[in-house]
T-cell receptor
């Protein structure tokens, strides 16, 4: 059974710092990996999608990488801002079409 | 602009009521999902559908059923609501895995309270 783990569960950093969020998965047979952001009480917003044939994707200050063979992905946030404070979740899509989620990393960026 | 729309942001229902949560997507996606999200437990899959009238149980289907009569609409039904079904419910849709781009999108969530 596919399991997705995110470390750390919570992270607090000062504004301006570069940071890395980690996601690992147990089975490398995935179609894609997606990073989401969730603000309190809201739905999930898609940040980046990495198809299984890709190694990384970039959007603005965000860069996500994927290493299928080792079952790892990282989300890099450059020059963090207080507005980046949220919970970040990663999810893998399986051959069965299911999406399996990690429990997320709660990020706080302090002014 | 891509959209997944859930019919209600907040709902309060009584124990034993039959509850319908509706979700509509406008992207012609094949897959649709219902999750519930609880503190410390993350997102747990209740049911998903990969085509009209097709459904598969997720990890926690007990006490729930679903309906997908049209491609754009996926309904979650609580047959007899109980207090332990108080939760945030999230609907998502995605294209099938054989499409070029398989990004999933979520609705805004429904906070259901059963009293």
């Amino acid at each position: 059974k596919q399991e997705v783990t995110q470390i750390p569960a919570a992270l607090s950093v000062p504004e301006g710092e570069n940071l890395v969020l980690n996601c690992s998965f147990t089975d490398s047979a995935i179609y894609n990996l997606q990073w989401f952001r969730q603000d309190p009480g809201k739905g999930l917003t898609s940040l980046l999608l990495i198809q299984s044939s890709q190694r990384e994707q970039t959007s603005g200050r965000l860069n996500a990488s994927l290493d299928k063979s080792s079952g790892r992905s990282t989300l890099y946030i450059a020059a963090s801002q207080p507005g980046d404070s949220a919970t970040y979740l990663c999810a893998v899509q399986l051959a069965s079409e299911k999406l399996v989620f990690g429990k997320g990393t709660k990020l706080t960026v302090n002014p | 602009d891509v959209k997944v729309t859930q019919s209600s942001r907040y709902l309060v229902k009584r124990t034993g009521e039959k509850v319908f949560l509706e979700c509509v997507q406008d992207m012609d996606h094949e897959n649709m999902f219902w999750y519930r999200q609880d503190p410390g437990l993350g997102l747990r899959l209740i049911y998903f559908s990969y085509d009209v009238k097709m459904k598969e149980k997720g990890d926690i289907p007990e006490g729930y059923s679903v309906s997908r009569e049209k491609k754009e609409r996926f309904s979650l039904i609580l047959e007899s609501a109980s207090t332990n079904q108080t939760s945030m419910y999230l609907c998502a849709s995605s294209p099938s895995a054989d499409r070029v781009r398989t990004e999933a999108f979520f609705g805004q969530g429904t906070r259901l309270t059963v009293v």
